[in-house]
């Protein structure tokens, strides 16, 4: 029967002590980095969205773009209302919609 050090690890991003059941991949990052890591990427995909919907439409990149993810990240992804199903354009124009109707 092993130690109950031998049944511990750490993290490599946040550098906490994690149990064996906690891991997300042995040795390296725990559940809650994972998850950081995850939506980090998912805001930084619909930044990108939103850039290039403003350049489709031909305006330019406002000066309140983080303000605009944000929102739009918090609708999709905090509230659950993103559909991995369905067009990723679509939605973070919807969201953006959703923004312009809140602040105008």
């Known amino acids: 029967m ?3 050090k031998e049944n511990r690890w750490d993290c490599t991003e946040c550098g906490t002590n994690q149990a064996r059941n906690d891991m997300w991949f042995e040795g390296d990052i725990c559940g809650e980095c994972n998850q950081q890591e ?5 805001k930084d995909l619909i930044e990108e969205k939103l850039i290039d919907m403003f350049d489709r439409i031909g ?4 000066s309140n773009l983080e303000d605009i993810t944000q ?7 905090i509230d659950e209302n993103y559909n ?12 953006f919609k959703l923004w312009i109707e809140e602040h105008i």
Not at 38 to 42: A, D, G, I, Q
Not at 84 to 92: K, N
């Open 71 to 77: 929102y739009c990240f918090e609708y999709l992804v």
């Open 59 to 62: 305006i330019q990149t406002p």
């Open 38 to 42: 995850l939506n980090t990427k998912k």
């Open 2 to 4: 092993g130690s109950i």
């Open 84 to 95: 991995v199903l369905s067009d990723l354009d679509l939605q973070v124009a919807f969201a």
